[in-house]
């Protein structure tokens, strides 16, 4: 899930270097002779534009480095929107600079059609990178489409279900180093799906509207990034267990199987090539709120999100990073994935591609904002979101 965005590429090219000299030169050449006090009051748009000229200059005297941009955007589900995005750095301990900066994301949405979206992602990383901090938040609601569990369903482009889905969710990751780059610890998630305004209440054969999910688990990660927001090398590799019985208030029992691997090299000046593999595996009574989705703004981008689900799923991707010039650069992937009811079942006739490719614009320093024109099978979309997809 991302905001989605179109227009803001205008938008960010009016700070490129380019743009940025033809209109200092201009304002600079029809400005009147004026006394010093009086052109600091008129100077709104020169201090507009030495913001965004900055934004990614390091900033490590700073204790939390924050930064935050907005515009229009449009998309094919969400129609025309206005969206903000931000980002922040900062650091635990000031004295030691070999550790990744921590980060936080906040990310904020309104259209036309209804949909409004608030969230903050972040990564904490504490003193000698002892223990670690993840949080993800999110709160969204969306006039969506429901085609029902399976493959069989989602292909049926004109066949689903339109209804309004509201979802909170509230995850945390508690981490502690148990040897160089690997992580064993604890995490936490909290779901609560309110499906509303079903106008085919059947596609849900019989299960519950609203559907809050609690559960939690051990996780085991290796991360050797050079840096969490944006890579240029390293892997990162993680495996999580939860569990969402009964006795914590769950209308429906089961557990949940997340592996992930990421690797990140460089191959020439500018230029990254990153890898992913996901794999979910879902056993015991899963709710449709909990089942594995395929689609989003960091995997099988171009897929409207949800139309394929089921209890596993499978996915990869690999994608080119070459900075082209300045704070501009571009991004060229391909990828494929697969749902399915069980591993039994898996049926390679039924993977699914994704490619695209997408623009970069440097916001902070090794912080990009990226739009995303992912295409799949039969369909695709646009993407705006800050930080990398994976």
């Given at each position: 899930?991302g ?106 949405d ?9 969230g ?32 069989d369903?989602?292909r ?62 051990v ?49 020439w000046k ?27 703004s ?12 089921d ?9 080119l ?61 646009f ?8």
């Amino acid at each position: 899930m991302g905001i989605r965005f179109f227009f803001i590429l205008c938008l960010l090219w009016s700070f490129s270097p380019t743009a940025q000299g033809r209109c200092h030169t201009e304002f600079q050449d029809s400005l009147p002779a004026i006394a010093p006090d009086s052109a600091v009051k008129i100077n709104i748009f020169q201090r507009i534009y030495k913001y965004f000229q900055d934004s990614n200059e390091p900033k490590d005297y700073k204790k939390f480095d924050f930064s935050i941009i907005g515009g229009p955007h449009y998309s094919s589900d969400t129609k025309f929107g206005l969206g903000v995005v931000a980002s922040g750095l900062y650091r635990i301990d000031k004295e030691d600079m070999t550790l990744s900066p921590s980060n936080i994301s906040l990310y904020g949405d309104v259209t036309t059609t209804g949909f409004y979206l608030l969230g903050i992602k972040g990564n904490t990383i504490f003193p000698h990178d002892r223990y670690r901090l993840d949080v993800n938040l999110y709160f969204f609601s969306f006039p969506s489409k429901y085609w029902g569990i399976g493959y069989d369903n989602g292909r049926r482009d004109d066949d689903y279900t339109d209804y309004k889905r509201k979802e909170t969710q509230i995850k945390i990751d508690f981490l502690r180093k148990i040897a160089p780059n690997t992580f064993l610890g604890i995490t936490g998630m909290y779901r609560h799906v309110n499906g509303k305004d079903f106008k085919n209440p059947a596609f849900l054969y019989g299960e519950k509207k609203n559907i809050s999910t609690l559960g939690g688990g051990v996780i085991v990660t290796y991360d050797s990034r050079d840096f969490i927001p944006n890579p240029y090398k390293g892997i990162y590799a993680k495996l999580e267990q939860k569990f969402f019985p009964g006795f914590l208030g769950n209308s429906y029992s089961f557990t949940r199987t997340e592996a992930l691997f990421r690797h990140y090299t460089r191959l020439w000046k500018g230029a990254v090539l990153a890898s992913d593999v996901d794999a979910i595996f879902n056993y015991g009574d899963t709710p449709w709120s909990m089942v594995a989705l395929l689609g989003s703004s960091h995997q099988m981008r171009g897929y409207y999100e949800g139309q394929y689900r089921d209890n596993d799923l499978l996915e990869a991707q690999i994608e080119l990073r070459q900075k082209v010039y300045n704070r501009h650069g571009i991004a060229v992937w391909a990828g494929a994935g697969n749902v399915f009811p069980k591993i039994d079942k898996f049926q390679w006739r039924e993977t699914l591609p994704s490619y695209g490719i997408g623009y970069r614009w440097e916001f902070k320093n090794r912080v990009n904002i990226r739009l995303d024109y992912g295409i799949g099978k039969g369909q695709s979309s646009f993407y705006f979101n800050i930080n990398e997809a994976f």
